[in-house]
């Protein structure tokens, strides 16, 4: 198996949950599906969900909630 890093596709603010105070979208270790949400990106007031292009397991966030990010940086890691 190899360990894929997504990156965030365009610039805005990083969530991990879908609202505050709520667990984040996946644990290290969590089965990941195609199509199922890691975290979300808000680019002026729209949240546009991050997800998942290939199966496998959830290693870890690489960044924390509420972080600027700019397109290319790290959001995360899945062993597929």
């Known amino acids: 198996m190899a360990i ?3 990156d965030s ?3 805005g603010v ?3 949950s879908p609202a505050p105070g709520a667990p984040a979208f996946k644990a290290p270790g969590d089965n990941v ?3 199922d949400t890691l975290a979300l990106i808000e680019v002026m007031k729209s949240y546009i969900p ?3 292009e290939e199966a496998g397991i959830f ?3 690489l960044t924390e909630s509420d972080t600027v990010l700019e397109p290319g940086e790290p959001l995360c890691e899945l062993e597929t």
Request: proline residues 11%; positive net charge; charged residues 20%.
């Open 33 to 35: 599906a195609v199509g």
């Open 59 to 61: 290693k870890g966030y």
């Open 14 to 16: 990083l969530y991990l």
């Open 4 to 6: 894929k890093r997504i």
């Open 9 to 11: 596709p365009l610039p």
């Open 50 to 52: 991050i997800e998942a």
